[in-house]
């Protein structure tokens, strides 16, 4: 790119905390969400969902339903079929089992909430109504409820598709490690068991689907999170022209990758808008999204490390298990779990020798997919567990294990194990940092003072690094092959106001803000001056927003093709000036030769000469302030950092109470900092969630038991403590503006950070935990169990 890219420029607003633009309509109810949307003549649908989880269909009598006043018809899997042959889930790798999970169950439900029956009406309460009046006769199949089951010798299927009920298996590095461990000082080891869990969006799911026969045009709003992706393979599966159909994103109230797929019930609106002539709505409730949203991260994590009597780390194993559901999601399949976590098993750490295995079975259970954080999650918790499990066998702290551990910057550029080069990062300042943060001999003296009073207070460290902005490298290095496709336009019209357009959607995070931060800065500009357009597919195209690639991908697209137009206000801006291009600089809303602010002319005066005066421009002068441009990182993103936490368990009722949490980031440079800390405090929020109290419990036929927020416990206000965070900047050299992605690094890292305090915590008493949610019940249970065998350790 040019010397006068957006990452050349000194920032004027990045790294400013400037207020969201798009608050005041949040706050005032004025912004507009699926669920505000009235369209004329909208119909609304109601899903019948199987109460099996795994039976053969052997009648639908639907006749009552559609003779219910008020219902506009009634659609079987037998009747969809025909019009869509279902959503594949597939990756381009051998050896994938590539499964294909139909709109409504087609002869066969493959677990408890499959869509079944799908009833349109006036309303939802006469759809919902009409449901009750399906008789349906089924013969109950056998059920696999878990990855054990799945992997017996001789198991029935949960999916006859998926031979063997195995998905997929891979191991990224084989290193032979016998004589490593044979001959290490120390290892630690343990089966780490990862709780199922549901992203719960505020806004559960919803689309409304709108076909205008006169004219061809189908539009879908969708609260969705990657709206191309949604609109290509609906234009593929159903058959459909995709230059006809427009997906729109309204405000949406969270995501969080659950949103970041194509659903079922997205190609059925628009199948049924087709079929009726009038516009379909479908809106999910939150029984609905525990049970047929995709869940997430569960897997089973079998880990050993070995180290040497100082504590270096001499190499990793680790089986990683993905419990995947009855299918593959589109368009992360199982894979997003395990296989794609163990691709970064060692971290921050220089381990020398590594051996791993991931594999991914079928369930009878609800798909799963992606979850802030995704499958890095669950194998990085394992991690940091042991190596503080080492530290205490050693005698060494838990920062210093790490300190003696951590890639440094004469190590740079490093190769790990599975092929991953890292050119930079702050782990040991991280570390360093993190400790001053803590006060470590401090804790150490209240940790000691609380023992002598019955009080159990514990401290967990994490550090991390995160593959932030996923693009098509990473997502090759991931071992899950994907061009990804991005672009945004800038344009600055006459009186130099600035629109920019982009394919990112937003949920949440503030887009409208950073977005214009972007672009203000490329230009000298005040944010007043720019709007930001996006939510539409007849917009710039976009991937998605997701894996923490927002801010990357808006400082590549928009930084380059505001680079375009900026040049071109230069060039001009020059030749009236005579003056160099090189010589002149953009600010507060003038150009101006550098150092000379009287030397220079008012920003929408060049604006305006470039569409309304061509007698002022220069030979061969190109009078357009109007440019797309694409980016895609050309190599892996890496943004760092570390989590503290500070807990006390109450060993009489079990309670965890998270007393505080300390986090450092290292993004890069900070488009705006208020909104990195609230994505860092959202996170903690998340993570407190998946460590001490979320878990979606299927019994063994399959029923999952947890189907309200009664029964699935979510954080509150309550839980969450104050979270210190400090901010370190090493720009990327890959982006534009330097910026790295970080929207998932508290749901990487915090998890370990948590429940390494607990282990902490308890460690005098013997008490381990290795499985999560570490709920009362557990804690408590666990506690009785060591009493009760009079063992020196006990883990659960």
């Not at 139909?102 to 919902?128: C, D, F, K, S, W």
């Not at 995709?294 to 190499?315: E, P, S, Y």
């Not at 943060?437 to 159990?456: I, S, T």
């Not at 019994?699 to 400090?726: A, R």
């Amino acid at each position: 790119m040019a010397k006068s890219d957006v990452a050349e420029l000194k920032p004027r607003l990045m790294g400013v905390s400037i207020s969201r633009k798009e608050d005041d309509a949040f706050l005032t109810g004025r912004a507009q969400y699926l669920a505000d949307i009235r369209l004329p003549g909208m119909l609304h649908a109601a899903i019948l969902r199987s109460p099996h989880a795994h039976a053969k269909i052997l009648s639908i009598d639907t006749s009552a339903a559609r003779a219910f006043p008020g219902v506009h018809g009634a659609w079987t899997g037998d009747d969809i079929i025909k019009l869509c042959t279902g959503i594949p889930g597939s990756q381009q790798i051998n050896g994938f089992v590539t499964t294909v999970q139909p709109l409504l169950a087609h002869q066969i439900v493959r677990y408890a909430g499959e869509a079944l029956v799908i009833v349109v009406a006036q309303n939802r309460r006469t759809a919902e109504d009409a449901l009750e009046l399906i008789d349906v006769e089924y013969e109950e199949l056998p059920v696999i409820a878990n990855i054990d089951a799945a992997m017996a010798e001789g198991a029935p299927l949960a999916n006859e598709g998926v031979p063997g009920n195995l998905v997929f298996r891979h191991s990224h590095s084989s290193d032979d490690l016998q004589n490593v461990f044979a001959q290490a000082a120390v290892t630690v080891e343990g089966e780490f068991h990862n709780n199922r869990v549901s992203a719960s969006p505020m806004e559960p799911r919803g689309y409304i689907a709108r076909h205008e026969w006169t004219t061809g045009k189908m539009t879908l709003w969708s609260a969705t999170q990657m709206p191309a992706l949604v609109r290509t393979m609906a234009a593929i599966l159903l058959n459909f022209p995709e230059q006809n159909l427009e997906v729109i994103t309204p405000h949406v109230g969270g995501g969080f990758g659950q949103k970041a797929h194509l659903h079922p019930e997205e190609l059925l609106v628009c199948v049924l808008t087709k079929e009726l002539g009038a516009p379909v709505a479908w809106f999910e409730d939150r029984q609905e999204n525990l049970l047929s949203a995709t869940h997430a991260k569960h897997q089973v994590n079998q880990m050993a490390l070995a180290c040497d009597a100082n504590g270096k780390f001499l190499g990793i194993r680790a089986r990683g298990l993905t419990d995947g559901g009855a299918y593959n999601s589109m368009p992360w399949t199982q894979l997003v779990e395990a296989h794609v976590g163990l691709r970064v098993l060692t971290g921050v750490y220089k381990v020398p020798r590594m051996q791993d295995e991931a594999i991914a079975v079928t369930t009878n259970k609800c798909s799963i997919g992606a979850y802030r954080g995704v499958g890095f999650q669950a194998p990085h918790t394992a991690r940091e567990m042991l190596i503080e499990k080492a530290a205490r066998k050693l005698g060494i702290s838990p920062f210093e294990i790490r300190r003696r551990n951590v890639i440094l910057d004469q190590d740079f550029p490093y190769t790990t194990p599975s092929g991953l080069t890292i050119r930079e990062g702050t782990f040991l300042k991280s570390i360093d940092e993190l400790e001053r943060m803590v006060d470590y001999p401090r804790f150490l003296e209240r940790q000691k003072e609380a023992r002598k009073q019955g009080r159990y207070l514990g401290l967990g460290l994490s550090v991390f690094n995160e593959i932030s902005g996923i693009g098509t490298r990473a997502l090759s290095y991931l071992n899950t092959p994907t061009t990804t496709h991005d672009t945004a336009t800038v344009r600055m019209d006459a009186t130099g106001k600035v629109t920019v357009t982009t394919g990112l959607v937003a949920a949440g995070q503030g887009h409208w803000t950073t977005l214009a931060q972007i672009a203000a800065d490329a230009f000298g500009v005040s944010t007043e001056d720019v709007v930001v357009c996006a939510g539409s597919t007849n917009h710039a195209s976009s991937s998605g927003t997701w894996a923490s690639r927002g801010a990357v991908f808006a400082a590549g697209t928009i930084g380059r093709a505001a680079d375009i137009v900026r040049q071109r206000l230069l060039q001009l801006a020059a030749h009236l000036l005579e003056a160099s291009v090189e010589d002149l600089v953009m600010d507060k809303g003038m150009i101006h030769v550098a150092g000379v602010p009287a030397k220079g002319m008012p920003l929408a005066q060049v604006a305006g000469a470039v569409y309304f005066a061509e007698a002022t421009h220069p030979p061969g002068f190109e009078p357009s302030l109007e440019a797309t441009a694409a980016f895609d990182p050309a190599d892996v993103v890496l943004a760092n950092g570390a989590h503290a936490a500070i807990v006390e368990v109450d060993i009489e009722t079990g309670i965890v109470k998270v007393e505080r949490v300390f986090a450092i980031e290292d993004c890069g440079q900070m488009i705006n900092p208020m909104i990195v800390e609230g994505q860092i405090r959202g996170g903690v929020g998340q993570a407190i969630g998946s460590v001490l109290l979320e878990e979606l419990v299927h019994d063994s036929n399959g029923q999952l038991l947890t189907t309200t927020f009664m029964d699935y416990l979510l954080p509150t206000s309550v839980d969450v403590p104050d979270i210190e965070i400090h901010h370190l900047c090493t720009p990327s050299a890959l982006v534009p503006g330097g910026v790295k992605g970080m929207g998932e690094s508290s749901m990487i890292s915090a998890p370990a950070a948590l429940a390494c305090a607990v282990n902490d915590a308890l460690a005098p008493l013997g008490v381990e935990f290795q499985r999560f949610p570490i709920s009362p019940e557990r804690v408590l249970s666990t506690l009785a169990i060591k009493r009760a065998s009079g063992s020196e350790h006990a883990a659960a």
